[in-house]
């Protein structure tokens, strides 16, 4: 798809930068707002600050030099004058303001020190009888060197020619009392003068709403044929009699919550077919998705094929190895382990011993398995803490040739909406409660200056024979910043705890350093871990129950979240302290307050994607997931229930509509095609 009509190569670079590639794409380059030109005002009736339309002649137009280099004009009608100013403008404007010409003159007057004047008022020229428009203008968003008027132009200029078909079946739209497409576009570019403006920007204008509604129809089309194409292809069916299940089972301290049975049921099923999987476990922070994770590997591996586990961070995965290594070990299932610290040696080693398929599990981080590692029989993905990689990425595992079944597992708990339409594609499990006897963490937020109390509780927790963690501020630009704030902290720590002993860890550390200081920790040699935000996600080590968080007001809700359900894993009582700085920005407040009246994921989840948008959920600054442009999962919620509801039918009784509505929405924004 491209352009109907010439466009120069500047202005279609310009375009292209508005992520406009075609005339359907201009079509759907909305007004930011509009501005009402349907009829004329006398000067005399003009009123400070708002917006109007006159039409008057030049009486003189001169540059003047004082305060500064101006074109200045008088112009008049018959009921008075007004003085308008340009601070920058061409000579072709000084050319047309010939003094008896008439123009038509919009923007803002407001009184000046020589009576009422317009500052950068938009001149048309015209005749007595030029007619006015009918509708109101549209003000589009641009950029540099795409003037509004030329925007404009081009943007009309494909409204003329395209047909604006109809893709949804008349029925689908009019039970919403939502108007046609050409309909609805026809109204936003070029409103009828007597519209609600206050609907259209709150979004709640049929008009709109349609758009809405079509973007979250096309995003359903668009997942639920990935999801159709991939049934298509063929997975190893996993099945087994389920004895390395059932003695892992028998093996744990633990009988499996309802939740996590299933979930794990709703995976064995999955595994089983030959229908490749594409499933989300999602459950909030200690909810327990490790150990399903491992009965689902257990399935792949006694079938006879070899399963991968990767993690975002080294840490995450070095403990899921050395926890997978102490379930498995006495099943005599092989793990294998690949860091990046590794020796050259042992890192051959492992890469054989996986090639060979004498490891039945390998677990790594995700980079290093994006590095082609030789797999001898790949039965099952399973990608921990999916978030970090973000939609796109999953994808460009399912494209390795054969297809394994894959598992992801959410660390953030995904609100379900979100889960209904940037997930479509994928089927989701939900472990939603948490196991038994898990006391909930208490929460309490602290102004910086009361340090000496956070020392003495510290003090107070060990002497008992508890744990802590102590996690630094987090400052974006600059990692050498954080590293030295968490060395001084730690630094401070020993001299103020000197009974204590203080471990640290921080993601400069060499892997081998930061291993013995986690495990130090594990055993309880160390009281205290100072660290970055590196232990964010997956740590667990059941008797720490102090969490102490420096500049709490820095980090984001979902991280906070992860934080502290780092703690509460254990028997004793928990606290997770939240050392802020005033003044807190509105935003900041609103965080720590969500944080500290709620510990339920889903509804933090929630009031995030509110707060934030699905971007950090979706981990799209990672990953460049594309967003939707009109419409919110959240707020448009009502619209997200009939499009998943809609969608599988139209599929299937209107294929060639389908094709044509995904074409529309789809079409050139190639990234945005998930499938
Ligand atoms: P997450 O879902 O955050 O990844 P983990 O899998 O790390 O949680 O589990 C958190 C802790 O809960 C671990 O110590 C794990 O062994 C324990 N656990 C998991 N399931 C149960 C259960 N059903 N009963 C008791 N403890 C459990
Ligand atoms: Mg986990």
């Not at 500047?10 to 707002?33: M, N, Q």
């Not at 399912?398 to 992801?408: A, I």
């Not at 339409?421 to 939603?432: G, H, P």
């Not at 979902?558 to 802020?580: N, T």
């Amino acid at each position: 798809m491209s352009f109907s009509f010439p466009v120069s190569a500047s202005v279609k670079s310009r375009l292209e930068k508005l992520g406009i590639h075609s005339d359907e794409d201009l079509a759907l380059h909305l007004p930011l707002r509009w501005e009402d030109e349907t009829h004329l005002s006398l000067i005399r009736d003009l009123k400070p600050g708002e917006p109007a339309v006159v039409q008057a002649r030049v009486v003189d137009a001169e540059i003047t030099y004082r305060p500064r280099r101006q074109l200045v004009a008088t112009v008049a009608d018959e009921s008075g004058e007004l003085i308008i100013r340009y601070l920058n403008f061409y000579p072709s404007q000084v050319q047309a303001l010939q003094p008896g010409r008439l123009f038509r003159i919009s923007g803002e007057s407001r009184g000046g020190f020589f009576g009422l004047e317009m500052i950068h008022p938009r001149c048309q020229a015209v005749q007595p009888e030029t007619p006015l428009p009918e509708s109101l203008t549209p003000v589009y968003p641009t950029t540099a060197g795409l003037g509004q008027a030329s925007l404009r132009k081009i943007v009309q200029k494909a409204l003329d020619r395209l047909e604006l078909e109809e893709t949804l079946p008349a029925k689908v739209y009019e039970e919403l009392d939502f108007p046609p497409y050409a309909e609805a576009i026809r109204q936003l570019h070029h409103p009828d003068p007597d519209i609600l403006l206050g609907q259209l920007e709150s979004h709640a204008h049929p008009a709109i709403r349609r758009l809405a509604f079509d973007e979250l129809l096309a995003q359903q089309f668009s997942l639920r044929l990935a999801r159709q194409a991939r049934a298509e292809k063929q997975a190893p069916a996993l099945r087994t009699n389920g004895k390395l299940v059932q003695d892992l089972r028998a093996s744990l301290p633990f009988a499996l919550t309802k939740a996590q049975e299933k979930s794990w049921h709703e995976i064995s099923q999955d595994l089983g077919s030959t229908r490749p999987m594409r499933r989300l476990l999602q459950g909030d922070v200690g909810s327990g998705k490790t150990v399903v994770a491992a009965l689902a590997c257990l399935q792949c591996i006694e079938s006879g094929m070899q399963a991968v586990i990767m993690a975002p961070t080294e840490i995450l995965a070095e403990q899921h190895f050395h926890k997978l290594q102490t379930w498995f070990e006495s099943l005599g299932v092989e793990v294998a382990w690949l860091a990046s610290a590794l020796g050259a040696s042992q890192k051959k080693e492992a890469l054989a011993r996986i090639g060979k398929g004498e490891a039945k599990l390998a677990v790594g981080t995700h980079a290093l398995f994006q590095k082609g590692v030789r797999f001898h029989d790949l039965g099952l993905v399973i990608v921990d803490e999916q978030h970090r990689f973000g939609v796109k990425q999953r994808l460009a595992l399912s494209q390795k040739g054969v297809e394994p079944h894959q598992l992801m597992m959410s660390a953030t708990p995904i609100p379900r909406t979100l889960a209904m339409s940037y997930y479509a594609d994928l089927d989701v499990s939900t472990i939603d409660e948490l196991p038994p006897g898990r006391k909930p963490v208490i929460t309490k937020l602290v102004a910086e200056g009361r340090r000496d109390e956070i020392l003495q509780r510290v003090r107070a927790v060990c002497s008992e024979g508890g744990q802590a963690y102590w996690v630094c501020p987090l400052i974006e630009e600059s990692e050498k910043v954080d590293l030295q704030t968490a060395m001084d902290t730690h630094a401070r720590l020993q001299s103020q705890l000197p009974k204590l002993n203080i471990g640290l860890v921080h993601g400069r550390m060499k892997n081998a350093e930061k291993q013995s200081v986690m495990s130090d920790f594990q055993a309880g040699r160390v009281h205290v871990l100072v660290s970055t935000t590196v232990i964010e996600v997956g740590v667990d080590v059941p008797n720490a129950s102090l969490m102490v968080i420096e500049h709490a007001e820095r980090f984001g809700l979902s991280q906070l979240h992860q934080l502290r359900g780092r703690v509460g894993r254990g028997a004793r009582e928990s606290v997770c302290i939240l050392l802020y700085q005033s003044p807190l920005s509105e935003d900041a407040r609103s965080r720590l307050r969500i944080i500290y009246e709620s510990t339920d994921g889903f509804e933090i989840a929630r009031q995030d994607l509110l707060l934030r948008g699905p971007g950090e959920l979706l981990g799209s600054k990672q990953s460049g997931v594309p967003l939707l442009r009109f419409a919110n999962p959240e707020r448009d919620k009502d619209l997200l229930e009939r499009a998943a509801r809609l969608a599988p039918g139209l599929i299937k009784a209107h294929p060639e509509q389908v094709r044509e509505h995904l074409e529309r929405w789809l079409g050139t924004r190639q990234h945005l095609a998930f499938g």
